[in-house]
């Protein structure tokens, strides 16, 4: 028996004075996915080549990332990853390639971008292999995890076409992938020294973060007063807690090129450099009134 | 599909026939109820064709049931009824020249209440304020303009089409002047691993790599540009909200380029980004930036029907669109100095967590909307003190979301956290007692640098 929807007559009306004056075109369903793009899919054994992996949001803002690019270790070697102008600004986990395990290598990432990223095809980062033995099989992305911009981390769906390649058993004759003409430093950075509560008991530490557009970041050297150099993550625990001494951070790209930035204090939030120029300001206004009461007292004893 | 008749409904038919007579003078006719396993479409209605107009609205057809707001399934989607003001926002632009042509980008529009962005026209000419030859293009949001003339100024606005291809709101323009290429520097390389880079040459090489930023914030308004999540320049809006900055010495590549302000009153605006690809030796253009009002409130809690006040600051004079909820829409006029202030009466909320975001319309452009503020209707009046702080991500209490809230979350990443931050996590991320990309997200809606 066919059921009949029944609504109260104030209701039908109102509904109906709720006047339908526009006609949109309806949202599609909503995926983001992760595209992988090479120049061709068959290959000789013994040959390079680059595949890059670039994020289509749909048309959806998204501020965060993360997944893992898995590939089979007996037919791919995995030789570097390029991370250098990437849509995401600051990395959680640098994309890397780990250790093969059980006849798998793996690449995981995770990061984000400040204020969001909205497009068609925000690049991630690309990966060089070189080719091993002859067969086929597939580069995929597993565990995508991409969520909006909106202040909650709300999941979008995600998914990644994998890659298939055939290796033949030739050997291959082309040369390998040109290396990244990098000739230019990372980008200009200002280090700074922070403490808080919650972490490293509350001593100092220092926080640094830059970019590279070409060949990217490949490791930040920390050097405190007259010490060495020493390899180093932001978040850094400062071993000098109380010494005044200088300290440098220097960044290093993929190619060696390098910058060094010096620390500075952290900057005091807004409402403390309020103060501050209240306080200066202050001061001032003071220094002048004494100046001015103290020219009147000497033209006075000096008109005496 | 499965239709269903539905049947004795003479007298409402009259009268739906005589309502819609008198209010739209235009003749509409039910058509039969029908339902799927997926879906249930009440009252469809069709009209005759052709639009209906008046002095205060335009009606451009209706293949709909009566019903508010948009409906969707993994199979179908229907926006349907009285959606209330939708709008797009207006794109920014940023212009590079090269020789004999001029690259343009811009930000997507954004769609508010059901209305959809179907593509995008380049509009262009030789003198400022057209007349204008168009390009159309598709859902893009790039355009390279070629066959210009070295050393003329060129003028482009970007129009933004609906699903009828009618223009539903534009940039500001912005000019650009191509210039004679020169011999490319070597080296330089490409760019992310080097695939696809279609991107004009160098044409001065001995020239900075240059970034200038133009746009409309709030009157007197501290400005702050962040390139790639960190704050390199600061300035100071003028009187009617106008702001400008220019930043030098920059890399050639991709850049994420934010921009935000600070009202008098202390309080953030949302951040407004948008990526640029800079070429060596060139200065990119990026003009039309409208940023979203600031947005506060004056109680964390207020007492089920008593009022709450809802302020910001927007450009002076601006058509300020604030949104309650999602379903409650109030217009407000910024006044001269760009303020604005709503005494919103509380009853014809539910109790529990509310929000409200806003956003503002100035001739032809109209701004995102801006992150939301949160409250809670409930059953006593809670006041607060305007702070200017983001309500989630401040780790550190430092009223900046920046690096160094970042490095905590980072320190304590896929780590237990120990009593004291679980607190801190409650209160300024997502609360489930761990930190993963959830907080991050949290923490990158919220950024200030």
Avoid at chain 2, 291 to 316: N, W
Wanted: charged share 20%; aromatic share 12%; proline share 5%.
């Amino acid at each position: 028996m066919k059921s009949i929807v029944t609504v109260p007559i104030l209701n039908k009306i109102t509904r109906f004075l709720v006047p339908a004056v526009a006609f949109f075109v309806a949202s599609p369903a909503f995926s983001a996915q992760i595209l992988f793009q090479t120049e061709k899919t068959s290959f000789s054994q013994n040959e390079e080549f680059l595949i890059s992996a670039y994020v289509d949001t749909e048309g959806e803002m998204l501020n965060a990332y993360e997944g893992k690019i898995i590939f089979p270790a007996q037919f791919l070697e995995g030789k570097e990853v390029r991370d250098g102008n990437s849509l995401v600004n600051f990395w959680i986990e640098r994309p890397s390639l780990q250790q093969p395990n059980e006849g798998k290598q793996e690449i995981v990432f995770s990061g984000i971008t400040p204020g969001g990223f909205s497009g068609a095809k925000g690049f991630l980062f690309s990966i060089i292999f070189r080719t091993k033995q002859s067969g086929t099989g597939t580069i995929q992305a597993d565990r995508l995890r991409f969520l909006k911009n909106d202040g909650k981390g709300s999941p979008v769906p995600a998914h990644a076409s994998s890659f298939s390649f055939a290796i033949s058993s030739e050997i291959s004759t082309s040369s390998p992938i040109k290396p990244i003409l990098d000739d230019a430093p990372p980008e200009d950075f200002m280090p700074f020294i922070s403490n808080d509560p919650n972490i490293f008991d509350g001593k100092n530490f220092l926080v640094f973060s830059t970019q590279d557009k070409d060949s990217g970041i490949d490791h930040y050297e920390v050097r405190e007063g007259n010490g060495a150099f020493v390899r180093a993550e932001s978040p850094y625990l400062l071993k000098d807690q109380s010494s005044d001494a200088d300290i440098e951070v220097k960044a290093v790209d993929k190619k060696g090129n390098e910058r060094t930035a010096k620390v500075s204090t952290e900057q005091e939030p807004e409402g403390k450099q309020k103060f501050l120029i209240f306080g200066i300001l202050l001061v001032s206004a003071l220094a002048l009134i004494g100046v001015s009461v103290r020219k009147k007292i000497w033209k006075k004893s000096s008109s005496n | 599909m499965q239709l269903k008749k539905t049947q004795n409904r003479p007298l409402f038919y009259g009268m739906a026939a005589m309502i819609s007579t008198l209010f739209f003078c235009v003749g509409y006719a039910y058509s039969e109820e029908y339902s799927s396993s997926q879906y249930t479409v009440l009252d469809p209605v069709m009209n005759a064709g052709g639009y209906g107009s008046s002095t205060n609205f335009s009606l451009l057809g209706v293949i709909s049931q009566i019903s508010n707001g948009p409906g969707s399934s993994a199979n179908f989607g229907d926006n349907a009824g009285f959606l209330y003001y939708p709008s797009v926002s207006s794109p920014a632009v940023s212009a590079t020249p090269g020789s004999s042509q001029v690259s343009l980008s811009w930000t997507a529009s954004q769609g508010y209440s059901g209305w959809a962005v179907s593509g995008y026209n380049v509009a262009r000419s030789t003198t400022s304020g057209g007349p204008y030859t168009y390009t159309s293009l598709g859902n893009v949001t790039s355009d390279t303009q070629t066959g210009l003339v070295n050393g003329t100024t060129y003028y482009f606005v970007i129009v933004v089409k609906d699903a009828f291809a009618r223009a539903i709101a534009s940039s500001t323009e912005i000019s650009a002047v191509p210039v004679a290429a020169v011999v490319p520097p070597s080296g330089g390389g490409v760019a992310g691993g080097g695939i696809i880079t279609t991107k004009p040459p160098p044409l001065v090489p001995t020239a900075e790599t240059a970034a200038e930023f133009s746009g409309k914030a709030y009157p007197f308004s501290k400005v702050f540009i962040l390139k790639d999540g960190q704050i390199v320049k600061r300035s100071i809006a003028d009187a009617e909200g106008n702001f400008v900055g220019k930043l030098t010495g920059l890399a050639a590549g991709d850049h994420s380029f934010s921009i935000y302000a600070e009202d008098k009153n202390g309080i953030h605006g949302s951040l407004f980004t948008f990526p640029v690809y800079l070429t060596k030796g060139v200065t990119t253009v990026i003009g039309g930036i409208f940023l979203a009002p600031t947005i506060s409130v004056d109680k964390s809690e207020v007492k089920r029907g008593e009022r709450i006040a809802i302020f910001g600051q927007a450009a002076p004079n601006a058509q300020v669109t604030i949104n309650i909820n999602s379903n409650i829409f109030v217009q407000q006029r910024s006044d001269k100095d760009g303020d604005y202030l709503l005494n919103f009466d509380s009853s014809a909320l539910e109790l529990g967590a509310s929000s409200v975001k806003s956003k503002q319309a100035l001739g032809s452009e109209i701004s995102q909307f801006s992150n939301g503020v949160g409250f809670k209707v409930g059953t006593k009046n809670v006041k607060i003190e305007t702070s200017g702080c983001a309500e989630k991500g401040d780790l550190n209490g430092g009223c900046r979301i920046n690096l160094v809230d970042f490095s905590i979350a980072a320190y304590w990443y896929k780590r237990p956290l120990n009593a004291a931050f679980k607190e801190v996590e409650a209160k300024y991320l997502n609360g489930d007692g761990k930190i993963d990309l959830i907080d991050f997200s949290i923490m990158a809606y919220y950024w200030s640098g």
